[in-house]
């Protein structure tokens, strides 16, 4: 079946610092790819998307792009805040039509210091 | 209008309650889903509503029960829930299309005593 894996922290950085969270995924055919943000205490909220190979998606400073080839969607973003602090899913859905649930990551919680 | 709400925010109750949790959007869309987080987990699927048909049921006990009253409302009927059951309720929805990009309710806290 379906799956995402990525690192599962927590990861911790000083503020300013440049963000890497790796995420790679098993999915046949072609799966659309998010990234999903929860802080402490809420729902979660959508950060940015891809729909096909070699798609960036980008929102709030953060990146990432469709890697078909390596089948990965790695999180960037270059300069960290405080407020960035909250746990990152990584997630897909598959393509084909109709509805879907998601595939969701563990999660990585991320901790930004002043 | 973007957004998906539910109520109650925080729910407690017993084993032998009977209550439910409320779901509604306004955004047109056409799916709705009821997914069940632990702490410090991701959410997993439980059902999933499409044109106001439950189209997914990821084997979830008979003391959870979905309702979807009409394509802007989605319930879920506790009864008899177990201890184990405490955890975030977050209801989505989406458009139901092949990009299925789902919007997230702040969701409802919910403890078994």
């Known amino acids: 079946g379906d799956s995402v894996t990525q690192m599962e922290g927590p990861v911790t950085l000083s503020e300013e610092a440049f963000l890497t969270i790796n995420c790679t995924y098993t999915a046949t055919g072609y799966p659309s790819l998010f990234w999903y943000v929860q802080y402490p205490g809420e729902g979660l909220q959508l950060l940015l998307k891809?729909?096909?190979?070699?798609d960036k998606g980008s929102n709030k400073g953060f990146e990432a792009t469709y890697r078909k080839e390596t089948t990965s969607f790695h999180l960037e973003k270059g300069s960290v805040q405080v407020s960035d602090s909250a746990v990152y899913f990584c997630?897909?859905?598959?393509?084909?039509?109709?509805?879907?649930?998601?595939?969701f990551g563990k999660g990585t919680h991320l901790i930004i210091q002043p | 209008d973007t957004e998906v709400t539910q109520t109650p925010k925080h729910l407690v109750m017993g084993m032998t309650n009977k209550k439910s949790l409320k779901c509604e959007q306004h955004m047109g869309h056409r799916a709705m889903y009821w997914y069940k987080q632990k702490a410090k987990k991701p959410p997993e699927l439980m059902f999933v509503?499409?044109?106001?048909?439950?189209?997914i049921n990821e084997s979830v006990p008979s003391r959870f029960s979905p309702e979807c009253p009409n394509s802007s409302l989605l319930n879920l009927h506790l009864h008899a829930l177990q201890p184990e059951d405490s955890a975030l309720y977050l209801c989505a929805s989406s458009q139901g299309t092949s990009i299925n990009e789902q919007f997230f309710g702040p969701g409802t806290r919910l403890t078994v005593l």
């Open positions: 891809a729909t096909k190979a070699d």
């Open positions: 997630a897909l859905t598959r393509s084909g039509g109709g509805a879907d649930g998601l595939t």
């Open positions: 509503y499409s044109y106001e048909k439950l189209s």
